[in-house]
């Protein structure tokens, strides 16, 4: 049996969790998770199979480790003083600017955040994760509703579904690199949304 | 060899070419369309792998009837007298109508169409023809601005990336029979786009 302990000399480069999990989530939006083989992230990174399971249990841990880096810096946000304190409308507009700038500079996390799926129990939790962070969202949404600083005709939960639809949206069309930059997103984003194209 | 042209009795139902996509198409979705195999499509659908290639060429030949659906929909919209005629506004504002409208309907189709990622021809070819579309949809953005009719602030392109993102989250966040019918999220999205939150 191999030490999978001591990768062979063979190997391209010395590899770390951290450059497992970047070359498992491109693999990942490359394939699909359900398409993806743990050989595929394994010949991808020039590294065997064994030593990708001395650093991780897996094909579910990497998912967890790659999708958890989008969720932690989401999360973050609504940590922030800004998110915290002050005019909830300002809540909700500084969580729609970080958004936007935490999904241009991870973007290959945040696409796959929301290209999970559900058939396994990572994807599962991952879910649930996204549910809890829109719940969140949504609180602010109402609060503000509430006191009358946006509109209060559509149902909360509608709205962060669609202005946050528009923002996740950023993944699927977004090149890093093409001479937009996160700031040129967040002021068209906050644009449209609170003051409509009109 | 057995007979491809002839379902066995153990078939649990008569199939056609329509049913047979409708399953593929929930099976892509389900599994992603790299990790499903023509297989599981056979299962799904209580039939044989011979059965299908009775009907269709392939694994590609069913993503493309699938996608088509949804394809074919949305170009007859841009076909439509109230996309063609009319001040550019009230064309935009009709394109989104029933952009949502179709994707509401056609959700699963809808779904598979956004999905697509592009390593076969076949998916190579669908992502053409959404950015097809969204050429045409951002032609109409572009001469609204021209007019006045809509800000000219942010570049067209831009635009109608973020409207058309939030209208495509529809397919990540809509179950039917919720509650919410195509005409609500039609004036919401419609509300928060030209309107605005604030």
């Known amino acids: 049996m191999k030490s999978v302990g001591r990768p062979s000399a063979k190997e391209r480069k010395p590899y770390n969790m951290d450059a497992i999990v970047d070359v ?52 973050a946000v609504l940590e922030e003083p800004a998110a915290q304190d002050g005019r909830e409308i300002d809540r909700l507009k500084h969580v729609v600017k970080r958004t936007v700038e935490i999904t241009v500079n991870r973007l290959p996390e945040v696409a796959l955040l929301l290209r999970v799926r559900g058939n396994t129990e990572t994807e ?14 949504a609180n602010i949404v109402k609060e503000a509703q509430l006191k009358g600083e946006i509109r209060g005709d559509i149902d909360a939960g509608l709205v962060t579904r669609l202005l946050f639809g528009m923002l996740n949206s950023i993944t699927e069309w977004y090149r890093p690199g093409g001479g937009l930059s996160a700031g040129d997103i967040v002021a068209a984003a906050t644009r449209i949304a609170f003051d409509g194209l009109e």
């Open 24 to 75: 498992a989530v491109q693999v990942f939006l490359q394939r699909g998770y359900d398409g993806a083989s743990l050989d595929q992230v394994a010949e991808a990174a020039g590294i065997t199979k064994a030593s990708i399971y001395y650093h991780a249990d897996g094909k579910e841990a990497l998912l967890a480790r790659g999708a958890g880096r989008a969720l932690d810096a989401l999360f």
């Open 124 to 137: 599962r939790w991952i879910l649930e994760q996204r549910r809890r962070f829109d719940r969140l969202v």
